[in-house]
């Protein structure tokens, strides 16, 4: 990996770089690049093979949610995407891949809109702290 200065880099030469054409603020269609054909396959393949899988993953639900936002295969390239830049970091920085689960999504988003509405909450000048129910 010692090529590669980051993950960019690395993604950009497989192909797996994400498309970025705006102008005046428009955004255009986002192609991506050609890159190297066979890793960008077989991140590909992966990641649509990947996503099938039963269990319940982080990168499976995360491809569930692009897919229905985004289509099949834009979402199968941005979790190749993915799965390139984690796999830099483990041969980078000797460290290992740990799989959130299915629901790590679902727990960001919950306190991420928590998190919102307070900041929005507090805007208007209310005082308040919020308490989840005991379950």
Same mark, same amino acid.
């Not at 805007?123 to 129910?133: I, N, R, V, Y």
């Given at each position: 990996?010692?090529?590669?200065?980051?993950?960019?880099?690395?993604?950009?030469?497989?192909?797996?770089?994400?498309?970025?054409?705006?102008?005046?603020?428009?955004?255009?269609?986002?192609?991506?690049?050609?890159?190297?054909?066979?890793?960008?396959?077989?991140?590909? +393949?992966?990641?649509?093979i990947?996503?099938?899988r039963?269990?319940?993953?982080?990168?499976?639900?995360?491809?569930?949610?692009l897919?229905?936002?985004?289509?099949?295969?834009?979402?199968?390239?941005?979790?190749?995407?993915?799965?390139?830049?984690?796999?830099?970091?483990m041969?980078?920085?000797?460290?290992?891949?740990?799989?959130?689960?299915?629901?790590?999504?679902d727990?960001l988003?919950? +306190?991420?809109t928590a998190?919102?509405?307070v900041?929005?909450?507090?805007?208007?000048?209310?005082?308040?702290?919020?308490q989840?129910?005991?379950?």
């Amino acid at each position: 990996m010692g090529a590669f200065a980051s993950a960019a880099p690395l993604a950009s030469w497989a192909g797996l770089g994400p498309g970025n054409n705006e102008s005046a603020g428009k955004r255009r269609y986002g192609k991506s690049r050609k890159g190297n054909v066979f890793p960008k396959t077989a991140l590909i +393949t992966a990641a649509i093979i990947g996503s099938r899988r039963g269990g319940g993953s982080d990168l499976g639900e995360k491809y569930r949610r692009l897919t229905a936002r985004r289509g099949t295969l834009r979402a199968a390239l941005a979790i190749a995407h993915t799965i390139l830049v984690s796999i830099w970091h483990m041969l980078s920085d000797g460290t290992f891949d740990q799989d959130l689960g299915a629901a790590y999504l679902d727990r960001l988003d919950r +306190t991420r809109t928590a998190r919102k509405l307070v900041g929005r909450l507090a805007a208007m000048g209310f005082d308040g702290h919020l308490q989840e129910k005991p379950a």
